[in-house]
């Protein structure tokens, strides 16, 4: 299985901030990257798919970015509505894993 | 707007087997542009990908799980279900079923259901 190690695990942030979470797989993946944002109670919704290609309606302060085994999700200007926990996942290979998610906490 | 819906019971019994289905309105399960695949998340921890199916019959199911798990479908009621056999308390979990959509060569669950408790206990 291809696995996924997010960083950091959580962080402390303020609304405006610019946030940066990392995921780094074990195998090249090319760029079958997903990005998902959890609220509490709530089921993950898709941000970002391909590593940088913005889903319909995700707000355009959410980026994503690669190189290598290396995947950034960046927010610019994080709002209020952030706070949430963010995963990746591959779809580049069966089985289709996930990180271990980032909480992004209110400072 | 596509929605997914998860049914199904919210305590099992260990060695019992789970069964869950997931409703879908505003779109058809018959369409050969998705899969539709189930995904858990126990208590306080990440998201375990289970398995997915498309309307052709084509399933692929997570190694880790799969001697364990049926995902099947009915397209006169626009559904698709999961049977997870030998449960036990580690697999309490929430269940989510998604819809897994393409773009171009790269797929993501763009629908979600909200999610359904299922506590194993005896």
């Known amino acids: 299985d291809i696995q996924m190690t997010q960083s950091p695990s959580s962080l402390s942030a303020s609304v405006g901030d610019r946030v940066t979470i990392t995921c780094r797989t074990s195998q090249s993946i090319n760029r079958y990257l997903n990005w998902y944002q959890q609220k509490p109670g709530k089921a993950p919704k898709l941000l970002i798919y391909g590593a940088s290609s913005l889903q319909s309606g995700v707000p355009s302060r959410f980026s994503g970015s690669a190189s290598g085994t290396d995947f950034t999700l960046t927010i610019s200007g994080l709002q209020p509505e952030d706070f949430a926990t963010y995963y990746c996942q591959q779809s580049y290979l069966p089985p289709l894993t996930f990180g271990g998610g980032t909480k992004v906490e209110i400072k | 707007q596509v929605q997914l819906h998860e049914s199904g019971p919210g305590l099992v019994k260990p060695s019992q087997t789970l069964s869950l289905t997931c409703t879908v309105s505003?779109?058809?399960?018959?369409?050969?542009?998705?899969?539709w695949t189930w995904i858990r998340q126990r208590p306080g921890k990440g998201l375990e990908w289970l398995g997915y199916?498309?309307?052709?019959?084509?399933?692929y199911y997570n190694p880790s799980l799969k001697s364990r798990l049926t995902i099947s479908m009915d397209t006169s009621k626009n559904q698709f279900s999961l049977r997870m056999t030998s449960v036990t308390a580690a697999d309490t979990a929430v269940f989510y079923c998604?819809?897994?959509?393409?773009?171009?060569?790269?797929?993501?669950?763009?629908?979600w259901g909200q999610g359904t408790l299922v506590t194993v206990s005896s």
């Open positions: 505003g779109g058809s399960i018959n369409s050969g542009s998705y899969y």
């Open positions: 199916i498309h309307y052709s019959g084509d399933t």
């Open positions: 998604a819809r897994v959509n393409s773009w171009g060569d790269y797929v993501g669950f763009d629908y």
